[in-house]
């Protein structure tokens, strides 16, 4: 995109400011972000966690946050999601307590696991993947259901797909503010 996606502006916020509200109002306990400290997120009430390993991704920063705060489990929430809405991650929350493993949605034959809760079962497997450098998401999710560590939550419905509206380029965005 060119710059920073986690400052963006959405419904008079930053990205990163309203994704962690939208976790907050799906009832999260503890809020941290994954990124550098120096980032928009800065004196605010929300701590930032850094990646462990460079260069590895969005599976790095949660593998991150759960080295370092050792949860049962987190959701994990891209910044650049702008449609996601608060009542979709309590359903995966929810989903999540009821398996008593990670819960990632299904949209269309896809994972999307940059909206999902992740069990800290899942610790080997994902430092598994990041010493073999294999780091794709779809592949990681793939692994974790065959072994019983995730489960699928198949989100059929357009309302569902439309949460996962991803801005990860500057024509996503400028076709997002165009909708919006």
Known sequence: MGQDKSGLIVDGRQLWERQALLLEAAGADTVVVSGNKDGP????????VGD????????GGIFSVMQELKPDRIVALAVDMPR????????LMDRALECGVGVVPRVNGFWEPLAAVYSRCLMPLLREHIEASNFELQKLVDEGVKR???VGLECPDEHAKSCFLNVNTLGDWRNYNKDT
Not at 41 to 48: E, K, M, N
């Open 41 to 48: 997120w800065a004196g605010s009430l929300y701590r930032a």
């Open 52 to 59: 462990v390993h460079e260069r590895v991704g969005p599976m």
């Open 84 to 91: 996601m809405e608060a009542d979709f991650l309590g359903r």
């Open 148 to 150: 019983g560590l995730l």
